[in-house]
Structures are given as structure tokens and as C-alpha cells.
């Protein structure tokens, strides 16, 4: 019996194959699919589960078949997913942050999706690169396909800046002369974050680099020493001081209470600043432009299918709804997300932040990058308080990305 | 004869009902002690050995996980960072407990209002307290005003105020805190054990003519041995295993500078950012291993005097 149907399964995989290539598709037809489908992600805030519910009634418009169960999680995300992972019942669809993409990709829990990509005729190359690779695994395939996107981009107080006598830093030779003027008036220019995360933008604006093509330390050399350099520097002249150096928890907040006139974060700060301090003024620009022109970071979270979903079929459409133009117009247009797409138009007053990923790179490396960036963020905190200098922040970053290639 | 017999017998199967009925009682709790605390230190100590990922195991290492870890520059911040905070943290407890629970002993009237006002802070959650002590502690923040209030400025200090932010006081503010918050709970181990000493010492040292200083540190201190040790231990193993106020105030990674990597930490890092359930497994054996080793010292210096505390 088991003979049998292997022998059958063989003989339909020689038939795919030899189909192949021309149209394909051959047995799928999405008209046909039904059941329920498990959704899975978090939920900041109401205007995110409204967007969401919107798209939702879109896709139920079109496959009325598919019912969509969504079961949003609360709490520690990655935590509660492993739990489902390690039982084999992950949802069918769910969210997947590219910081963690890497770790879930290398343990096996994600669905690749490129043969199904071709095969069932979804374009992907309407994706912005910084934000589609951000879920490419070490073998080249796709493990998700990014519902939206992030980029860092500078915010400011334009009023802080007037009186100061300056415009906004367009290069970040300009950045220094800013830091001074403000400085001159007893105002701190700069929130930043002593954080790779934030860092590393500067450090791709400077040609440097963290990891190579082929994922080695050796991208590491002067340009990322020299970027780091540059931004330490602004904490030694008294330019920047960190949110906790402003008595704050974030960038966010220094801007709203006026403790610095300049900061670089994403989309996520407008709804903070409408929230919280709706009469303070602030404008978005691009990032300035470092010795290598523009760059910044890209932050995104994909939809991804388990590898042990049950429905795969029913949650592929639902993916690529959500991921396709039709779903992310409706669930980007009211400004809780920007578009990961170059064919959905930017939310009004997202142009800057939207336009960046033209020139993002994704925040996403190599499974437990987490020690990295630890490794960087407290060495570097070390330099600002005056107890460490560039070179330990190099060596030490470069030590433990060593070390996380090398895991036994 | 007959009946004396029987009545022998019947008492032999009362005791052995009664007996089965104290086993019975307690089989449940063993069970799940046997299954939940003996049973999972057995099978972290098998996970450990392994490359175990969110899908299981993958290769076996053999010991080449701890290898790693005595290797690993943070794991041996995280160390010293634990090691540290318990030897200060410790002895402050103590102190504080002691001094409360001698005072909260003395008051009549009032007294059960003093005992649950001090004992307060161990009531409320660690991590509601620990962010409004992040609030109290920022550079702006109401700690930084009182000292302006009694005249020294903050911003002069080297930390600028900064002292939750700054890698030398970070570690220091968290055992203030919790030096503040452990203490109620320590109190009331002390306060059982002073009403279980016999008013007729303290009688017999007023007739010799002790005043109270001489009585306490003759008298009270020496008699509070079984309590001493109870608390010197729960205290050292709750130290051993702080983690909930490090990364709340610090984050996953311990900033700023690793000042607040503590071995929890430092596992949950290993456990939940990095996957690596078998390495996180061993961190777990030699912390199991740390606070072992430090419960047999306690035992050995404080004796293993019955606790004799309220019953």
C-alpha cells in the first residue's frame, strides 16, 4: 500500500516537473480553496486591529470560502510563538519581526514560499529589496514576505531650529555645525540612542558594514570605525545626549518634551507625538548624508506560513492578500503602517519615511544576532561614559559576531 | 486475651490507616515535586549535553556547552555582576530586617499597622516597583530633587544624576531597591523567631543588670541563630536569581555596559533571544551548581539549628 503511494506521489512529481515552466499552477486553482485559516500577530494599538479588520473583510470579499480566525497574541510574542512551534501548532499565518527572521528561519519553523511564489503567479519584485530581504534565509529562499515597512528618518523641531539660526543638517559635517549652534544657546541637538540599531544607518552611510556578502566579520574595517567615530563624538562635544542621559525613555519623548531638537526614528513616532504631545511641532526629513551618500535602516514584519500549518493552501491566499497590493492599500491608507510595496501609494505625510526604503538595509543578519548588537550597544554605552574607546567597540563587535559564527 | 488481642489489632490498623492516609497526603505534592523540581533539573541536565533547538534536540555536544560558557567574557560579567549584588545585598537585608523586626517587637500600640506598612513593598509587584523606581531615580526624577533639596547638586556627581543610566551606580540603585523591598519579608522571619524566645532570659539578664544594648547583643542576637540562617539563605538564593528588576530597568541586554547582566538574565538570553534551549539548560545546571554550593557554606557556618519560628 505504502509502495504504492510513493510510487503515485512520484509519478505526480514527474508530472509537475514536467509541466513545469510554462503557466504553472496546475492543480491549484484559489477558487476552490476553503476552510479556516489561524492569524496570528500583536496588536499595538485599536487603529491597528481596525486596519486590520478592514483588510480582513477585503479578503473575505474575494474568498468568501476561507474563513479567517485571528487570534492576536499578548505578551512576550517570541516567547508564546516558540511554544507553539515546539508543539508543532503554530498558527497557519502570522507575524515574524526581522530581527528574530534569521533564528526562525535557521530552526526550521518557517515555510519556504518560492516555489509557490512561481508556480502560482505572485510577483514579488513589487517589494522593496531592503524590506524583502530581511526574510531571506542562508539558502536564498523567501520565509516570508514583508507586510509592511519602517524606515529611520529624521524628526525635528523646527522651531528649536529657528532659534538657533539653523536649518536641518542635510550631511553629517552639517550635523556637527548644528550640534554646535544649539549648543551655543544651552539646547541639546540631539536624542540618539546608543544603540546598534540606530547606529548602524550612520555606519552604511559611511560605506562601513557589519557583515559581509558571504556572512563573515570581515566587513568590519576603518569606514565602520570611523562612523562610529563620528557619532561618538557627538556625545564628547555635548551635541547628543542618550533618552536616559535626558531622564526619558526614548528619542520619542525627548522631542515631545523639547529636551532635544533633533532624532532619528521611524513611522512608529507619529502616533506617539499625536497621543501625547499634540501641540508640539515636528517635521520629518531623510536621513543626512554621510561619506557614501544616504542610508538608512529598514524595519519590518513579515506574514509567514509554519511549516507545521495544517492549511497551507488557505493561508497562502491569505498571505498574499495581505501582502499583495489590494490588502496592504487597506491596511497601510489610514497611517497605522507604511507600504513595504512601491505599487501602494505612501499614507498622507509618510512621503520621507516611505521614499527611505529606496536606500534601507534591513535589520536582519544572522540567527542569534541578539549577542551582536548587545555586544556593540554595551560597549559602546562603555565609550560615552569615557571607560572605552572606538577600538573597543570594534573589537569587541567583531569578537562576538566571531563568536555567533563559530557556535558550537 | 481474645479481646485484648483484637483490641491490639484494631489499633495496629487504625495506625496503619492513619498512616496510609499521611502518605496519601502527601504522594500528591511528592509527585509534583518529584515531576516538577527533582525531574526537570534530570532532564536539563540530558538537554544540556545537546544542541536543542525550538524543534529538539539536533546533535549531541556532550560537554562542550559548559566549555562555551566558561568561556564566554559576558557570562563571566554576569557572574560577578550576581556575585556582587549578593554580598551586598545580603547583609543589608539582614540588617534591615533585624532593625525592623527588633523595633516592630518593642511597639505595643500600633504594632500589626508597622508590620504591614513595612511589609508593604514585598506585597506589591517587583515590576510595578521597579518602574516607578525608574521614574524616582531619572536624572529629573524625585531622587535628584530631594538631593537638591538638602543642597548637593547631582549634575556635579560623575554620573550626572544619571543613576539607573550610568554603568558604576546602575548595579548599586538596583540593591538599594531591592534592599528596600526583601526587607519586610526578612522582618517577619525575624519577628517569628523573637516572640519564640523565652521572656525568662530576657528577666534573668534585667536581675543581672543588663542594660538593653548588652541584652541585644548577648541575648537577642545569639538566640536568633535558626532565623539568621533561614534568612541568610533565602536571601542569598533569591539574590543568586534576581532578574526581574535587571531587565526591566537595564532591558534583555543588561545596560548600560552589561552593569546589570545578571546568570538569569543572562540564561532567559540564551533560552528566548537566541533559541539555544541546551545551552541555556547548562547556564541552568551551573547556577544550580553556584547556589548549591553556597547553601552548603551557609549551612555549615550558621549551624542547622531547628527554625524555630511561629508555628
Known amino acids: 500500500m505504502r509502495r504504492?503511494?510513493?510510487?503515485?506521489?512520484?509519478?505526480?512529481?514527474?508530472?509537475?516537473?514536467?509541466?513545469?515552466?510554462?503557466?504553472?499552477?496546475?492543480?491549484?486553482?484559489?477558487?476552490?480553496?476553503?476552510?479556516?485559516?489561524?492569524?496570528?500577530?500583536?496588536?499595538?494599538?485599536?487603529?491597528?486591529?481596525?486596519?486590520?479588520?478592514?483588510?480582513?473583510?477585503?479578503?473575505?470579499?474575494?474568498?468568501?470560502?476561507?474563513?479567517?480566525?485571528?487570534?492576536?497574541?499578548?505578551?512576550?510574542?517570541?516567547?508564546?510563538?516558540?511554544?507553539?512551534?515546539?508543539?508543532?501548532?503554530?498558527?497557519?499565518?502570522?507575524?515574524?519581526?526581522?530581527?528574530?527572521?534569521?533564528?526562525?528561519?535557521?530552526?526550521?519553523?518557517?515555510?519556504?514560499?518560492?516555489?509557490?511564489?512561481?508556480?502560482?503567479?505572485?510577483?514579488?519584485?513589487?517589494?522593496?529589496?531592503?524590506?524583502?530581504?530581511?526574510?531571506?534565509?542562508?539558502?536564498?529562499?523567501?520565509?516570508?514576505?514583508?507586510?509592511?515597512?519602517?524606515?529611520?528618518?529624521?524628526?525635528?523641531?523646527?522651531?528649536?531650529?529657528?532659534?538657533?539660526?539653523?536649518?536641518?543638517?542635510?550631511?553629517?559635517?552639517?550635523?556637527?555645525?548644528?550640534?554646535?549652534?544649539?549648543?551655543?544657546?544651552?539646547?541639546?541637538?540631539?536624542?540618539?540612542?546608543?544603540?546598534?540599531?540606530?547606529?548602524?544607518?550612520?555606519?552604511?552611510?559611511?560605506?562601513?558594514?557589519?557583515?559581509?556578502?558571504?556572512?563573515?566579520?570581515?566587513?568590519?574595517?576603518?569606514?565602520?570605525?570611523?562612523?562610529?567615530?563620528?557619532?561618538?563624538?557627538?556625545?564628547?562635544?555635548?551635541?547628543?545626549?542618550?533618552?536616559?542621559?535626558?531622564?526619558?525613555?526614548?528619542?520619542?519623548?525627548?522631542?515631545?518634551?523639547?529636551?532635544?531638537?533633533?532624532?532619528?526614528?521611524?513611522?512608529?513616532?507619529?502616533?506617539?507625538?499625536?497621543?501625547?504631545?499634540?501641540s508640539v511641532p515636528y517635521k520629518w526629513v531623510a536621513m543626512p548624508k554621510g561619506a557614501s551618500g544616504q542610508a538608512t535602516l529598514g524595519f519590518t514584519v513579515s506574514y509567514s506560513i509554519g511549516k507545521d500549518s495544517p492549511h497551507k493552501d488557505a493561508a497562502w491566499l491569505l498571505l498574499t492578500?495581505?501582502?499583495?497590493?489590494?490588502?496592504?492599500?487597506?491596511?497601510?491608507?489610514?497611517?497605522?503602517?507604511?507600504?513595504?510595496?512601491?505599487?501602494?501609494?505612501?499614507?498622507?505625510?509618510?512621503?520621507?519615511?516611505?521614499?527611505?526604503?529606496?536606500?534601507?538595509?534591513?535589520w536582519s543578519f544572522i540567527p542569534g544576532f541578539s549577542k551582536v548588537s548587545d555586544a556593540f550597544n554595551n560597549a559602546f554605552e562603555a565609550a560615552v561614559e569615557g571607560k572605552g574607546t572606538v577600538d573597543d567597540v570594534v573589537s569587541k563587535t567583531k569578537s562576538a559576531l566571531d563568536q555567533q559564527l563559530n557556535q558550537p | 486475651m481474645l479481646g485484648i488481642g483484637r483490641a491490639r489489632g484494631s489499633l495496629g490498623t487504625e495506625r496503619a490507616q492513619e498512616a496510609l492516609a499521611g502518605y496519601g497526603f502527601i504522594a500528591i505534592p511528592?509527585?509534583?515535586?518529584?515531576?516538577?523540581?527533582?525531574?526537570?533539573?534530570?532532564?536539563?541536565?540530558?538537554?544540556?549535553?545537546?544542541?536543542?533547538?525550538?524543534?529538539?534536540?539536533?546533535?549531541?555536544?556532550?560537554?562542550?556547552?559548559?566549555?562555551?560558557?566558561?568561556?564566554?567574557?559576558?557570562?563571566?560579567?554576569?557572574?560577578?555582576?550576581?556575585?556582587?549584588?549578593?554580598i551586598i545585598v545580603v547583609p543589608i537585608q539582614m540588617a534591615i530586617g533585624l532593625t525592623l523586626a527588633v523595633v516592630v517587637n518593642e511597639i505595643w500600640r500600633g504594632r500589626s499597622f508597622f508590620r504591614a506598612a513595612f511589609y508593604f513593598p514585598a506585597i506589591a509587584s517587583s515590576a510595578a516597583i521597579t518602574v516607578l523606581y525608574i521614574y524616582i531615580m531619572a536624572p529629573d526624577g524625585l531622587f535628584n530633587h530631594l538631593l537638591e533639596l538638602i543642597g548637593v547638586n547631582p549634575l556635579g556627581f560623575h554620573n550626572q544624576g544619571n543613576w539607573l543610566g550610568h554603568s558604576d551606580t546602575a548595579l548599586n540603585s538596583i540593591i538599594g531597591l531591592n534592599a528596600w523591598t526583601t526587607s519586610?519579608?526578612?522582618?517577619?522571619?525575624?519577628?517569628?523567631?523573637?516572640?519564640?524566645?523565652?521572656?525568662?532570659?530576657?528577666?534573668?539578664?534585667?536581675?543581672?543588670?543588663?542594660?538593653?544594648?548588652?541584652?541585644?547583643?548577648?541575648?537577642?542576637?545569639?538566640?536568633?541563630?535558626?532565623?539568621?540562617y533561614l534568612v541568610a539563605t533565602v536571601s542569598v538564593i533569591g539574590a543568586l536569581q534576581m532578574f526581574d528588576q535587571a531587565y526591566i530597568a537595564g532591558g534583555s541586554g543588561g545596560d548600560p555596559a552589561y552593569s546589570l547582566m545578571t546568570m538569569v538574565l543572562y540564561l532567559y538570553n540564551s533560552a528566548f533571544r537566541q533559541f539555544e534551549f541546551g545551552y541555556a539548560a547548562a547556564v541552568g545546571i551551573v547556577l544550580f551548581v553556584i547556589i548549591f554550593t553556597a547553601t552548603l557554606v551557609q549551612r555549615r557556618l550558621f549551624g542547622s539549628s531547628d527554625w524555630q519560628g511561629a508555628r
Open chain 1, 4 to 278: 504504492w503511494l510513493l510510487l503515485l506521489a512520484a509519478t505526480a512529481l514527474a508530472a509537475q516537473a514536467c509541466g513545469g515552466g510554462g503557466g504553472g499552477g496546475t492543480t491549484f486553482n484559489a477558487d476552490s480553496v476553503s476552510g479556516t485559516v489561524v492569524l496570528s500577530g500583536w496588536q499595538a494599538s485599536p487603529e491597528e486591529g481596525a486596519a486590520l479588520n478592514a483588510a480582513l473583510a477585503g479578503f473575505k470579499a474575494k474568498y468568501p470560502k476561507i474563513t479567517v480566525d485571528y487570534q492576536p497574541i499578548a505578551g512576550d510574542y517570541p516567547t508564546a510563538m516558540v511554544a507553539k512551534f515546539s508543539a508543532h501548532q503554530p498558527p497557519d499565518v502570522f507575524y515574524v519581526d526581522s530581527g528574530v527572521a534569521p533564528d526562525w528561519i535557521k530552526q526550521g519553523v518557517l515555510q519556504s514560499l518560492d516555489d509557490w511564489s512561481s508556480s502560482r503567479n505572485f510577483d514579488t519584485s513589487q517589494f522593496y529589496s531592503g524590506y524583502l530581504n530581511a526574510f531571506k534565509g542562508s539558502d536564498g529562499k523567501t520565509y516570508g514576505y514583508p507586510k509592511d515597512g519602517n524606515t529611520l528618518a529624521m524628526a525635528y523641531n523646527p522651531d528649536m531650529l529657528t532659534a538657533a539660526g539653523v536649518q536641518p543638517p542635510t550631511t553629517y559635517d552639517e550635523m556637527t555645525t548644528v550640534g554646535a549652534a544649539l549648543k551655543s544657546k544651552g539646547m541639546v541637538a540631539y536624542s540618539m540612542s546608543t544603540t546598534l540599531d540606530r547606529i548602524l544607518a550612520f555606519i552604511y552611510g559611511d560605506g562601513g558594514n557589519l557583515l559581509s556578502s558571504d556572512k563573515k566579520s570581515d566587513a568590519i574595517d576603518s569606514k565602520f570605525k570611523d562612523a562610529v567615530s563620528f557619532y561618538l563624538n557627538l556625545f564628547k562635544m555635548g551635541y547628543a545626549k542618550s533618552p536616559s542621559q535626558l531622564g526619558v525613555d526614548w528619542n520619542g519623548k525627548a522631542l515631545g518634551e523639547k529636551k532635544a531638537a533633533i532624532i532619528f526614528e521611524g513611522g512608529w513616532l507619529d502616533s506617539y507625538m499625536k497621543g501625547t504631545f499634540p
Open chain 1, 321 to 362: 492578500y495581505l501582502t499583495g497590493p489590494d490588502g496592504m492599500k487597506i491596511w497601510t491608507q489610514g497611517g497605522v503602517a507604511n507600504p513595504s510595496r512601491k505599487d501602494v501609494p505612501a499614507p498622507a505625510g509618510k512621503d520621507v519615511l516611505v521614499n527611505s526604503a529606496a536606500f534601507a538595509h534591513p
Open chain 2, 30 to 86: 511528592m509527585a509534583l515535586f518529584l515531576i516538577f523540581n527533582i525531574g526537570a533539573l534530570f532532564y536539563s541536565a540530558y538537554i544540556s549535553l545537546w544542541r536543542w533547538e525550538i524543534l529538539g534536540p539536533t546533535e549531541f555536544l556532550g560537554f562542550r556547552n559548559y566549555a562555551f560558557i566558561l568561556r564566554d567574557d559576558v557570562f563571566h560579567i554576569a557572574i560577578k555582576n550576581s556575585i556582587y549584588y549578593t
Open chain 2, 184 to 228: 519586610g519579608t526578612m522582618m517577619l522571619f525575624y519577628l517569628g523567631q523573637l516572640t519564640a524566645i523565652p521572656t525568662e532570659v530576657y528577666e534573668a539578664a534585667r536581675a543581672d543588670g543588663a542594660g538593653p544594648w548588652t541584652t541585644f547583643w548577648r541575648i537577642t542576637f545569639p538566640l536568633l541563630r535558626p532565623a539568621h
